[in-house]
């Protein structure tokens, strides 16, 4: 009587522990998945920001070409193609950010302006975003998860390569 008592004792801590697990993992890639639309939504506004100092007054001809195609790439990107058309358009609007404070007219310094308190949340998405694909992938990394499966279908969340130039 005591033995069926204790194994059935161990079976349930041993379910209750891989539902615990199971609902953390799926917490951990819900966390994932809003930080990369947090992200993704943070990343398109930029881009936007960049075609309009690229449509406006400041840039001469060459700089509006290479800010318009960087900020287009960056925005229809596939994601294999994300992280170099991030970086692309990062390089274009680090041309225009150093003339920007300087030569800028009163709305063109409040893109700036905008552009740069962006630039602050991009990186504080990106360190956010970093943490929880970490967290994500330590999690799967346990003995239990791997062999239970209780990650089922959901990719391995990744981080791209702009996300580490940018912090």
């Known amino acids: 009587m005591k033995t ?6 161990i079976i349930l801590i041993s379910l209750w522990y891989l539902s615990f697990l199971a609902t953390r993992l799926d917490r951990l890639h819900h966390r994932v998945e809003t930080s990369w639309a947090n992200l993704d939504g943070l990343l398109q506004r930029r881009a936007a920001i960049a075609l309009e100092i690229a449509y406006s007054d400041f840039a001469d001809p060459a700089s509006s070409l290479l800010l318009t195609s960087a900020a287009y790439q960056a925005r229809e990107a596939p994601v294999q193609d994300r992280s170099s058309a991030e970086m692309a358009l990062s390089g274009a609007l680090g ?3 150093v003339d920007g404070a300087i030569h800028a007219n009163e709305g063109e310094a409040a893109l700036f302006d905008e552009l740069s308190a962006l630039m602050v949340k991009i990186s504080i998405a990106i360190a956010i975003h970093t943490d929880a694909v970490s967290s994500t992938q330590m999690v799967r990394k346990k003995v239990a998860i791997r062999l239970f499966r209780l990650a089922g279908t959901a990719p391995l969340p990744v981080t791209y390569e702009f996300e580490f130039d940018a912090i």
Request: glycine content about 0%; hydrophobic content about 90%; aromatic content about 0%.
């Open 4 to 9: 069926t008592l204790a194994v059935a004792l």
């Open 95 to 97: 041309l225009l950010i």
